[in-house]
């Protein structure tokens, strides 16, 4: 048996553990977002800031994915949201069941937005179905303008693209415009916001497309 062969059937059994936690989580009208990036790239930050803009107002859970500790965890509780830490010892990305089993953990009815943030990493996240409604994707102005030519799989499976760190442009020789030019290259359908995790900006916009898509 090829290597192949054993890939694709691991992704089936993804795919169909992906399907039941979808259908649970749209019985419990919650919008899910699967928040992949490469390491570093501020997706806890950018969370810590979406907390903050909707101040306890709009009900949120995490679900916090990561290799080893849970330090973003605990940064995330701070604003008082349910979370959850999945430690994959190792393993550079989540799978479907863990998720399931993270979900079993939460008040679902009292959940109206969920954020899985996924291990840092561009590449297998990519292909992992979470049973999530969209992948957002998150690329820092500090990782350069090329990420999405060099990672196209994860630029074309989102639907959003956050470019963060967009105080830092000035000292940097990367640019917003090639940048967008090449996610949009890759997938003309990305809508995509321009943030900092640091200033706040763009997080307004941010959060008011977050709110547009929570099921009422
Ligand atoms: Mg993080
Ligand atoms: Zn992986």
């Known amino acids: 048996m090829s290597v192949i062969t054993i890939e694709r059937k691991v992704l089936e059994k993804n795919d169909e553990i992906a399907s039941q936690n979808r259908a649970l989580l749209k019985e419990n009208k919650i919008f ?7 390491p570093g790239s501020g997706k806890t930050s950018l969370l810590e800031k979406t907390f903050e803009h909707f101040s306890g107002k709009v009900k ?14 605990e940064r995330v509780a701070k604003y ?29 009815k009292d959940v109206h937005l969920l954020f899985i943030e996924n291990v840092g990493n561009l590449v297998c996240p990519a292909a992992y179905d979470l049973g999530e409604d969209m992948k957002v994707v998150i690329a820092s102005t500090t990782e350069g303008d090329d990420k999405p030519l060099k990672y196209p799989r994860m630029f074309l499976n989102a639907s959003v693209l956050l470019i963060n760190k967009i105080d830092l442009l000035p000292y940097l020789d990367c640019s917003l415009e090639e940048l967008k030019k090449n996610a949009l290259s890759i997938n003309p359908a990305l809508k995509v916001f321009t943030v900092s995790g640091r200033t706040g900006k763009g ?3 941010w959060c008011s497309w977050l709110e547009s898509n929570i099921i009422k």
Not at 32 to 38: K, M
Not at 60 to 73: F, H, R, S, Y
Not at 89 to 94: F, K
Request: glycine share 4%; net charge negative; hydrophobic share 45%.
């Open 203 to 205: 997080v307004k916009e």
């Open 60 to 73: 949120t859970a995490v679900i916090e994915g990561d290799v080893q500790t849970n330090l973003d965890a």
């Open 32 to 38: 899910t977002i699967n928040l992949v990036s490469s």
């Open 80 to 108: 008082n949201v349910p979370v959850v830490q999945i430690v994959t010892n190792g393993a550079c990305h989540l799978e479907a069941k863990l998720v399931k089993d993270a979900l079993e953990s939460l008040n679902l």
